[in-house]
């Protein structure tokens, strides 16, 4: 049976890496504006659609790109289970992105979409870019498919 490589004797790339400063590039290519993340230093904000977005460099090898949307209404704690319907139908019909349900403090959710690509092997900026519009594209349909499933007169919701 064939073994699997470790970590350390993973083949070289010729590709670049994944960095934050080619994020930041990649979404400047698209006209895209984006704000530090003052919180996490490999990571930067944006909106779309007024939706908060972060892009962010994380793994064991700064290999990962997190592309991570928050729906831009808060639902009330009491539509947590209209919430999860929707995000556990969502996951079990599509494969990307991965959404959830989390609570924010004792009244309020926050619905989420994120996609996580693994670029061990580097990437090129086509990729890149073409993760980046992906993710965005599919996060923000999810978004407006909870806007029609989830009625906001059903309980406390915040925008």
Sequence with gaps: ?????ERDQLPAS???RLTLGRITDA???HGY????????ENS????????PFTFMVTGEHDSLLLIRGRWDTMP????????????????MERMWPKVYVRRENDEALGVYGETV?????GV???????????????????????????????????R
């Excluded at 009330?76 to 996951?91: I, M």
């Excluded at 594209?137 to 029609?148: P, Q």
Aim: net charge negative; aromatic share 10%.
């Design 44 to 51: 930067v904000r944006a909106r779309f659609d007024s939706y």
């Design 117 to 121: 690509m693994d670029f061990r092997f």
């Design 14 to 16: 010729t590709r670049p």
């Design 33 to 40: 504006s984006f704000v530090p993340d003052d919180e996490h």
């Design 1 to 5: 049976m064939p073994t699997r490589p």
């Design 27 to 29: 979404l400047q290519r």
């Design 124 to 158: 090129d900026d086509a990729e890149l870019d073409h993760t980046i519009t992906t993710a965005l594209s599919t996060i923000i349909t999810f978004f407006h498919n909870v806007e029609e499933e989830i009625s906001e007169g059903d309980g406390p919701a915040t």
């Design 76 to 91: 009330g704690a009491d539509q947590k289970l209209d919430c999860v319907r929707v995000c556990n139908h969502w996951n």
